[in-house]
């Protein structure tokens, strides 16, 4: 027997007809609960999250939609294990009646999708998808609490979705009492899981107040804590104007579209009505280049000519689109919100200019917050947003991150290990502002990998950093020299005694001439506290690398020169030069010192017990001188001609010497 007979005889098990009579519709409810992972809603703490986030947002664009600083509540309830209350509440315009329902029960249903306007939502598919999960997930309707203005009835609705038909189903709408003027409260019941860290639903809040520093925001968590996050700024963030499509950035399928919807219009009409930045003149040019008549009905343009007028349009020159139609945070606001979430650090902020990707213009800002109640020793937290709205899933498929990973923060003074986020006690706030953030999924998790979004994310990276370094090498140099302070504190005592000894001049006068004449030497300037300690690395090696090195070696605590600094180079090697100078320059003050101290013990020989104590007095005299001195010279931070830190008894150490004698 043949294999072949073996085997069982293919069956036919369906015809054409009868899988045509399978064949219908999906609506896009029934899609998305079977791929409610799209959505962001695929294990039990995302779903949490996502459910405060769709609603918080939504709160947020209606209120700065119309004009209204927001104040918003959110509270989180358990119910049972597993099972939450999410109550989302603020004081918005409020919905009117008809739409309730198809917002909040209607997949793909919103304001935000046919526009070019800067915003957190835009796809129409965020709160009605949260209510699809809690009503799969629980069985319990959405509640929606809404009053239009004051003096007008509030209404309550309770609703559920018709899955099959993605419609709204009615189950409660009434009229009632509600003593705000104005405002929505959405309420859901779903399954979840309450978690703390960086993707949890506190995160969320916690850097959604650095990103709103005009929001007012009130959590009650499912603990009952209640945390409290007052307005930071009291103004609105300016209005994004909404804009037309850029003509670089079309593709040929949406100008067909565009073409065919402006019935009654000519070519050259609807080039200027469809774009932004295309003027009738330049329509005209696009049409002589393209070889179509600019008078000729939009609707019938044949395929060639649509591809020409498409080749042209992407090849005329045209100005860049608009920047007002981006709202970036700004750089003061940006680091009012880092204090909101960090204190006691140090904050720096850099918004770069509008750019453009596929057409549409974007702005990004970074900021940094280094020190204070920041962690050290640990990598840096980063924190994204688009549109002001933290990103917390999916680091490794975000630009924002390969940027923030893909600097080199060594050169900033900071260490990082290798493929690795810099150690530091530090936070990297990065924000996109774009009238259309390119996600990678539906789930508005990642921004994608535009290479003209990658260079403007370096670049305010870099910004931000220089300044950083700036500021940890001048903490550095004040912390360098608050440690040579106390040398010379340590020492002028001992002087004193050896000097009194051998002049006979009482040595708590001699100590004092000294005390007065130390601002001479050094700066006698505290460093600030708000960062951490420069020394030994303690702040994740960061300042450290940064630290001036001593000319002594004892000053700066060890710190050795630096090692890693390409950024520094050029510091670094006046820093040599300044070396060698103060180390001539030392020598020779040691060698003046001794004489000075030799030529003392000489006069007061009778007044001297022991040789050996003169001589122990004369080198402690050196030593300030040297320490004096080597201060001097890095003060002025110049190198004289030569190199040479001048002539013994000239100047300064003149009058130093003077002093000891
Ligand atoms: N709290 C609210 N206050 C006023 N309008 C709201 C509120 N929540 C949602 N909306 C309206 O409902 C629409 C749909 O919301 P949503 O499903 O989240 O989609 P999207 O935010 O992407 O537009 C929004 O575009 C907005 O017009
Ligand atoms: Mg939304």
Redesign the pocket.
Known sequence: MSVAELSPKPQRRATAESMAQKQREISVSEFFTKNRHLLGFDNPAKALLTTVK?AV???L??CEEAGILPTIAVEITEISENRYRVAVE?N????VKEQIPK?FAKLL?????HRLKQA?????????AAGLYAMLTTGRPIAILSKTGKGRPARKVELRIDTRKNQPDVLKDEQVEWDKDHG?R?ELELTGTYRGGRTGVDAYLEQSVVANPHLELTYRSPKGEVQEYPRASQELPREAQEIKPHPHGVELGMLLKMMQDSDGMSVKAALVDNFSRVSPALAQSVCDAAGVKPNKKAPDLLGEEIERLHKALGEVKVLAPPATCVVPIGEDLIVAGLKRRFHGAQYFSTTRPPAVYRGNPFVVECGLAYGGDLPLDEPAEVLRFANRVPLQYQPKACAISEAVYELNWKNYGLSQPRGSLPLAPMAIFVHLASVWVPFTSEAKEAVAHYPEMLREITLALQDCGRRLAQSLRARARLDSESKRRSLFERYIPELGASIGKITGRPRDDIAGLFLKALPNFVNMKEPPPELPPSEGGAAGGAPAALDVPSPSGEGAGQVEAPKKRKAAKSEKAGQQVEGKATKGKAQSIRAEAVKVAEKGVRAKAEDVKSSRGARRAAKSKAEVVELAGRRRTAAKGKVKKGGRGGKPGSGKKGEQLKLIE
């Open positions: 769709e947002d939504n709160s664009d209606a603020d918005g315009p409020g919905i917002i249903y919103g304001s935000k999708f957190r939502g835009q796809q129409g598919i965020g709160i009605s929505t959405v």
